[in-house]
């Protein structure tokens, strides 16, 4: 069980477009789910908190009106990378939150986001 | 200070060796707390969630102390597949009137090579 997906895994696109990445909990319901980033040889950086029904939570330093949350159901959520650009590409990384057990994530297996 | 710190290594240890990481964390009022491993271009997978009396899962044991806000994870009988970067991984719990139930915040990772 606890079973996060992503789609697409990788993607590579042009300087300017837009980009938008899903995550779905498969067998849970999540009212959580969290966006981050990972650039080579660092950590995971917490981007933003997607609540179900309400307004994503961003972390300071991250664009809102550039990376577009929707969170509409309990099993999905959507990250919209707009007009991106060539340092926006990263590792990006989704974890839905199942409420129990020490309130455990799991990740999604992650999204490859090349711009040229 | 960093929230989370963790010792990066490496860590090169032969087969069967035991190994231990260390982690502490700044903020007393964390209440969850967990090791993650993360294999190369892959997502974090949860190794087992650490509890204030210590759990062992397998050849995995895990440690809190939260008078010293200090995690550990030794590993017993290493394998090569152990290879990997484990993550000391800290919730800070629900946020006052938030409806998130915590962000996680991760370590910076400890490289770990098993070789034969």
């Known amino acids: 069980g606890a079973v996060v997906s992503q789609h697409p895994s990788w993607v590579i696109c042009k300087s300017g477009t837009s980009v938008k990445i899903e995550c779905r909990s498969l067998?849970?319901?999540?009212?959580?789910m969290f966006w981050y980033r990972q650039f080579p040889k660092q950590s995971l950086m917490l981007m933003a908190t997607?609540?179900?029904?309400?307004?994503?939570?961003?972390e300071q330093g991250v664009e809102k009106d550039k990376f577009l949350i929707n969170h509409a159901s309990l099993t999905l959520s959507t990250l919209t990378v707009t007009s991106a650009h060539p340092e926006d590409s990263s590792f990006y990384i989704c974890?839905?939150?199942?409420?129990?057990?020490?309130?455990?994530?799991?990740f999604g297996p992650g999204t490859r986001l090349t711009v040229l | 200070r960093k929230e989370v710190e963790q010792d990066p290594g490496p860590f090169n240890v032969p087969e069967g060796a035991t190994v231990a990481f260390n982690c502490t964390y700044s903020n007393s009022a964390s209440q969850s707390f967990f090791w993650y491993r993360q294999d190369c271009r892959k997502e974090p997978k949860l190794l087992m969630s650490v509890y204030s009396s210590g759990n062992e899962d397998g050849r995995f044991t895990a440690q809190l102390n939260r008078a010293s806000q200090y995690i550990s994870l030794l590993i017993r009988d290493s394998k090569l597949s152990d290879s990997a970067t484990y993550l000391c991984v800290v919730n800070k719990g629900a946020e006052a009137g938030g409806t998130s139930y915590g962000k996680l915040t991760f370590g910076q990772g400890t490289i770990l090579t098993v070789h034969p």
């Open positions: 997607s609540n179900e029904g309400s307004k994503a939570t961003y």
């Open positions: 974890s839905a939150q199942r409420l129990a057990h020490h309130n455990e994530q799991f």
């Open positions: 067998d849970f319901q999540a009212t959580t």
